[in-house]
T-cell receptor, first 113, second 115 residues
Framework: SQTIHQWPATLVQPVGSPLSLECTVE??????LYWYRQAAGRGLQLLFY??????ISSEVPQNLSASRPQDRQFILSSKKLLLSDSGFYLC????????????FGPGTRLTVL | QKEVEQDPGPLSVPEGAIVSLNCTYS??????FMWYRQYSRKGPELLMY????GNKEDGRFTAQVDKSSKYISLFIRDSQPSDSATYLC???????????????FGKGTKLSVIP
């Protein structure tokens, strides 16, 4: 069966510091990968998605970036965090060729102070 | 007008009640409809997936889609305290060129089932 991991689970960072969140998927090959942010009262916002290694599409202009260095690894980064980057970050995957359903990881709660 | 509207609640019901959760949408291109359950501080969990109008049943859960009215529902029979969570509806259409579907989510309805 497939499993999706995210770490860290919780993170508190000062404004202006860098960020690196990691997501890995097990039990599948060539998945589509997604990064979402969930802010209170604002629902799920798609940030990035990837259909393959090195292929990243950005949905929202911001100071965040994403990379996919390996088939089942997806990384969300920032060089300098803003207060507005606080939120619950969720990684998701969908099977290649069956992309109408997405499966979410446990999430990372980021607080920027 | 937002693409997907979902009453945020909170909705509080006694144990054993029938719960009805709803979403309306404006984009007639949506073809796939999902319901996710999200417990506090956890990632969303896919509950139901439907395509086209009609009903789909899975245990105590029934998903209903009415494309003519652009309205979807999730019914929970014999609700349990363990059903207390936020329920998110999600919809998608074919995203041209990328081979990847994007989901449009409702903001979620928070449900509490009281013992």
């Amino acid at each position: 069966s497939q499993t999706i991991h995210q770490w860290p689970a919780t993170l508190v960072q000062p404004v202006g510091s860098p960020l690196s969140l990691e997501c890995t998927v097990e039990g599948t090959s060539n998945p589509n990968l997604y990064w979402y942010r969930q802010a209170a009262g604002r629902g799920l916002q798609l940030l990035f998605y990837s259909v393959g290694i090195g292929q990243i599409s950005s949905e929202v202009p911001q100071n965040l970036s994403a990379s996919r260095p390996q088939d089942r690894q997806f990384i969300l980064s920032s060089k300098k965090l803003l207060l507005s980057d606080s939120g619950f970050y969720l990684c998701a995957w969908s099977p290649a060729g069956e992309t109408d359903t997405q499966y979410f990881g446990p999430g990372t709660r980021l607080t920027v102070l | 007008q937002k693409e997907v509207e979902q009453d945020p609640g909170p909705l509080s019901v006694p144990e054993g009640a029938i719960v009805s959760l709803n979403c309306t949408y404006s984009n007639s291109a949506f073809q796939y409809f999902m319901w996710y359950r999200q417990y506090s501080r956890k990632g969303p969990e896919l509950l139901m997936y439907t395509y086209s109008s009609g009903n789909k049943e899975d245990g105590r859960f029934t998903a209903q889609v009415d494309k003519s009215s652009k309205y979807i529902s999730l019914f929970i029979r014999d609700s349990q305290p363990s059903d207390s969570a936020t329920y998110l509806c999600a919809m998608s259409d074919l995203y041209s060129g990328a081979g990847s579907y994007q989901l449009t989510f409702g903001k979620g309805t928070k449900l509490s089932v009281i013992p």
